[in-house]
């Protein structure tokens, strides 16, 4: 299996998913240099400036008009840079793409990919920086990918890219230039709703996903050190997202620990903890817990910026304190 | 067909026009046909408009309902220029769009009343319908969200090179929404063809135009991506279907999109809770009185075209009758089962 980096990864996905079927295009600002992160390099040069457009900075327009242009039946990737960039098209995104099916009673829908880079990327301060995952999971009509891995970001920007509803797809800006073995297979997807056991553990559940979920890794190979097994679940995607996965494993572990990078606030670990409170009450030998960023702006200075994260340390801390009472 | 004329669609430069002040000349042509045609078109909008007030009084239908008697002409005599297979789009002033789409009454009178056989199974109401048989893509809630929409009809059919035209509807209102001008620029840089048709009935919700916008002539609105644009009388639909024309020839032609400013008025308050006290009885009365655009077809079927009152009043009956087995299946047709709640969510939850 070839290495490629997680742009890459998304690069092979858009190209073989836009050979193999011409309905498939992208728009967004910047594409035909390759796009902001070069995860679009040389597809202008493959599939021509009709297929990979340059938009003009104008969000809510890119936004709409892909909407109106999967209603005919065009699959088009939009691409917003950063996920804080596309609030200028929130109403196309949450009142005209995610509800279309629906109110229209079946009678259309909008295969779209909407690509929103989101998380910490050092020191791009609080409008570049946000993970807005939740706000989408909490759309009815709205699928949600947080890609963790090259070889995820490849299998699920496919079936992203295949499937009939619309997608808020949200890459990790810091995995970028991760790299990773990637199946060249051209028919190699990876299933939306389902989980990933990174690690397996029989003393404690740690549910994360995104960047997170390395960090998550790391702290269980401390916690290995220590003596505790942990199970590291990366959810891949947040809506559907696989409880059966998560539950069966709290079910063997009796203990859940959710790390986010995202504010805990209101968070998707919110929603993973109550389901598993009101599923496995019985099962729990430890109070659920969730670590996450403080709801405070993410700020510019690294000293400040590094104080929202959710580090290593925080993870083995509160893994030790539910193991070990 | 009669021989265009620009100018005959063409209001005079300078301050905004009274609405009640007739200065466009009716030079336009249709044949006897085509009159009788518009006539019915236009009948049944309103006809059918009516007896959705009815009903809505009766309690049959809730919600917002917004009204379009008064504007038929706009949507008739577009579509009358536009071609089968040419997309409409529009807001939430909707059921005139619907209906000369080709859709079937009762199934909009059904999607109005919440039933099982409405358009959308009951699930959209009056904002919210769709017919991809008929080309029709909706049915917007959100003031202004349909343009960037209709912009990517526009797309898709310059992606495809389908010879197709996106007919895209929006009001005075929504011409003041910041996403119009996006969409502007991305049809006239990417050459879509798209005709942007702003309905000015002269209120914006309950603000006149006046009070609302800068710059009161729409179809100077694109003047700065270059995009022509007429005003046309729009309670007149020999002069909309000849704009119309010009527009989408223009449009299919590969040029880049057009703007055409229709001087409509709506009759009605802007959706059924709205009494419309922003403005005078005597304006509307004199609007009707004078600028009716079915009144006016009628005068020329029974003066020019020696169209006789039976004639006219069996179009009356079998509108009636339309409307009528509209309005009965929409009463009867069973609600939704409460499993529909969770039908068309997504794929897989």
């Not at chain 1, 097994?229 to 203990?255: C, F, H, M, Q």
């Not at chain 2, 009788?36 to 809730?62: D, N, S």
């Not at chain 2, 997309?87 to 209906?99: K, N």
Request: contains cysteine; neutral net charge; hydrophobic residues 40%.
């Amino acid at each position: 299996m070839p290495f490629m980096t997680y742009a890459e990864a998304s690069r092979a996905a858009i190209a073989e998913e836009m050979r193999r079927d011409p309905a498939v295009w992208a728009v967004g600002e910047d594409l035909g240099r390759g796009g902001v992160f070069g995860q679009y390099k040389g597809l202008v040069e493959e599939f021509g400036p009709e297929r990979v457009s340059d938009a003009p900075i104008s969000e809510a327009c890119i936004m709409g008009a892909a909407v109106g242009a999967a209603m005919m039946g065009t699959r088009p990737i939009v691409e917003m840079r950063f996920s804080d960039f596309a609030l200028c098209a929130v109403d196309e995104l949450v009142n005209q793409a995610a509800k279309a099916r629906y109110m229209f009673g079946g009678q259309t829908r909008v295969p779209l990919v909407v690509r929103e880079p989101i998380g910490m990327w050092r020191s791009s301060a609080a409008q570049h920086s946000q993970s807005l995952e939740a706000w989408y999971a909490h759309i009815p009509g709205l699928v949600v990918v947080c890609p963790s891995t090259p070889a995820d970001n490849k299998g699920l920007l496919k079936s992203a890219i295949r499937c009939d509803d619309p997608v808020v797809y949200m890459e990790h800006k810091n995995l970028w230039g991760l790299e990773g073995e990637v199946p060249e297979d051209d028919d190699f997807t990876v299933p939306i709703g389902e989980a990933r056991v990174v690690r397996e553990g029989g003393d404690l559940t740690i549910v994360s996903w995104s960047a997170q979920v390395h960090v998550c890794v790391k702290a269980a190979e401390a916690l290995a050190t220590r003596g505790i097994k942990a199970e590291v679940i990366d959810l891949r995607s947040l809506w559907p997202w696989d409880k059966a996965r998560v539950l069966a494993s709290v079910e063997k572990t009796g203990r859940l620990l959710i790390a986010q990078e995202s504010v805990s606030v209101a968070g998707f670990g919110a929603e993973v903890a109550a389901t598993v409170a009101e599923r496995l009450h019985k099962a729990l030998k430890a109070p659920v817990k969730r670590l996450g960023a403080p709801r405070a702006p993410i700020s510019y200075a690294p000293p400040l910026e590094d104080a929202a994260r959710v580090s290593k340390e925080m993870i083995v801390n509160t893994a030790e304190g539910l193991v070990r009472t | 067909m009669p021989a265009a004329s620009r100018a005959g669609s063409r209001a005079p430069k300078g301050t905004p026009r009274d609405p009640a002040k007739k200065t466009i000349p009716n030079v336009l042509q249709f044949s006897k046909e085509e009159e009788l045609h518009a006539y019915r078109e236009m009948l049944l909008i309103r006809r059918f408009e009516e007896k959705a007030g009815q009903m809505y009084g009766m309690g049959l239908i809730g919600g917002f309902c917004h009204l379009y008697i008064g504007q038929e002409a706009v949507v008739v005599g577009m579509q009358m220029a536009a071609q089968e297979g040419d997309q409409v789009i529009t807001g939430y002033r909707d059921h005139g769009h619907m209906l000369v789409c080709g859709m079937d009454p009762k199934g909009v009178m059904a999607e109005l009343t919440g039933r099982r056989g409405g358009y959308s199974k009951g699930k959209g109401g009056s904002m919210h319908m769709f017919s991809k048989e008929k080309n029709f893509f909706g049915g917007h809630g959100i003031v202004g969200a349909q343009v960037s929409l209709g912009t990517g009809l526009a797309f898709a059919n310059w992606y495809r090179n389908n010879g197709r035209v996106s007919l895209t509807y929006f009001g005075d209102g929504a011409a003041n929404q910041g996403q119009v001008y996006e969409s502007f620029n991305m049809a006239a840089l990417w050459k879509l063809p798209v005709v942007y048709i702003i309905e000015n009935n002269r209120y914006a919700m309950g603000t006149a135009v006046t009070r609302a916008s800068a710059q009161t002539d729409f179809s100077k609105r694109g003047l700065s991506f270059n995009i022509p644009g007429e005003q046309v009388d729009g309670m007149d639909v020999r002069a909309v279907r000849d704009a119309g024309r010009r527009a989408i020839d223009y449009c299919r032609s590969g040029q880049g999109p057009y703007i055409l400013e229709m001087q409509t008025y709506r009759y009605r308050g802007h959706s059924m809770s709205d009494p419309a006290k922003y403005r005078s009885k005597d304006e509307v009365t004199r609007m009707r009185e004078e600028h009716d655009p079915i009144e006016q077809v009628r005068r020329r079927l029974l003066g020019e075209w020696k169209v006789s009152e039976d004639e006219l009043k069996t179009i009356d009956a079998k509108v009636r009758e339309i409307v009528n087995e509209a309005a009965e299946f929409a009463t009867h047709d069973p609600e939704p089962d409460p499993s529909e709640l969770w039908t068309d969510v997504l794929l897989d939850a």
